[in-house]
Every structure is written in C-alpha cells, then in structure tokens.
C-alpha cells in the first residue's frame, strides 16, 4: 500500500490561505459564542434575582430594589464608564500589538496587519462612548437654573 508521504491539505492550500481560513473561521465562532454566553449570563441573573426576590416575600422581607439588581445606581454608572475606559485601552493595546506582530513579521510588512484596526476602532469607540456618557452623566447631576439662563 503506497501512502502519501505529505499531508493533503499542504498540496491544497498554501500557509496564507490557512492562516485567512482559520482567522474566518476563528472569528465567526467568537462572534456566536460570545454573545450568545452574554445572553445565558443575563438570563441566569434575572433568573437569580427573581429567586432572591420569591424568598424574601416568602420571608416577609420587602423586594430588593430593581436599581441595584440592574445597575443603574450611580456608583453602577460610573464602574461602568471605568470599565469601558478599561476596556477600550485593553482593545487598543491589543491592536497596537497585532498590528506591530504582523507589520515585522519575517521582517517584510504582511498584508493582514490591517486586521489589528477593527479591535483598534472598537477600542476608540468605547473609550468616546465612555466620555460621552459620563460628560452626559455630569450634565444631569449639575443643578439647573430655575429662571432659564444659561
């Protein structure tokens, strides 16, 4: 029996192919999975709070307030403006580093190293989505002027 001595696939496909087809399919299985996990998440907490809610009428306690249970307090808002802050360097430096791995790889720039401005661009648009919400967020705390001048 004469069996090949190279794998199929090398023959097939050359290793930038490869490297594009597992990127694509890489993608496309982070993109599923992570936000269908977001949405098991949610529904476990609502799930948790309607039970911890059920118990303390059982009890005779009063409910738990719905802010705290979504967040809305304003110690919730500004974790969450820090978070995306947070997030929005992490997504940059990871760009910055994707971009500088494939720009210097085998010391010639590849042709993907523009893949690194998606994280680049979501990462600016949470850091400007958390500079908004918190120039809104003082904007509604400030007193306003009851005889409307500026």
Do not use: C
Not at 75 to 92: E, H, N, S
Not at 109 to 116: G, L, N, T, V
Not at 121 to 148: E, N, Y
Request: charged residues 20%.
């Amino acid at each position: 029996m004469n069996l090949p001595t190279r794998p199929v696939l090398a023959e097939t496909f050359s290793s930038g192919q490869v490297f594009l087809l597992v990127l694509i399919v890489g993608g496309l299985v982070i993109a599923l999975v992570l936000p269908a996990l977001a949405m098991y998440l949610r529904y476990r907490r609502r799930e948790l709070w309607h039970q911890t809610a059920r118990t303390a009428l059982e009890k005779g306690q009063p409910l738990p307030s719905p802010e705290e249970s979504v967040g809305t307090t304003a110690g919730a808002r500004t974790q969450r403006w820090l978070r995306d802050v947070r997030t929005g360097m992490i997504l940059l430096a990871v760009a910055g580093g994707l971009w500088l791995f494939l720009a210097l790889a085998d010391h010639r720039p590849s042709p993907y190293r523009f893949i690194a401005a998606i994280p680049g661009f979501v990462g600016l648009a949470l850091i400007l989505h958390a500079w908004l919400v918190a120039r809104l967020d003082r904007r509604q705390d400030q007193p306003r002027d009851p005889s409307g001048g500026p």
